[in-house]
């Protein structure tokens, strides 16, 4: 049986709902592992590491951020949350130039 995410949040690209999931943060050896899915036909899952569960969850959500940018930014399509432009989603100050356009 397939682990169920503790975490969603549904995005919006162009009007059509696009579900993001975490799934709880796993030890693996001496790091973690935070696996996260955008349901969309272009991403399949992806699994960060963190040296313990709050790094590796942190780091799932700032990369979940990053993917959800490059998937509109790439067909210039319009991506909401709650009917707004913002993703309510932390994210690295490295992505700032990405954020402002």
Known sequence: ???APF???I???DGVEV???FFRPSREGADYVCR???C???LGPRDVCGVD???ALLLAIQGAAADLLALVEDDEKRIT???GDGLGLPFSSSFDDFTRK
């Open 1 to 3: 049986m397939a682990e």
């Open 7 to 9: 975490l969603e949040r």
């Open 11 to 13: 995005f919006a690209i």
């Open 19 to 21: 579900p993001c999931r």
């Open 36 to 38: 996260y899915e955008i």
């Open 40 to 42: 969309s036909q272009d």
């Open 53 to 55: 569960g709050v790094q």
């Open 81 to 83: 949350w709650l009917g």
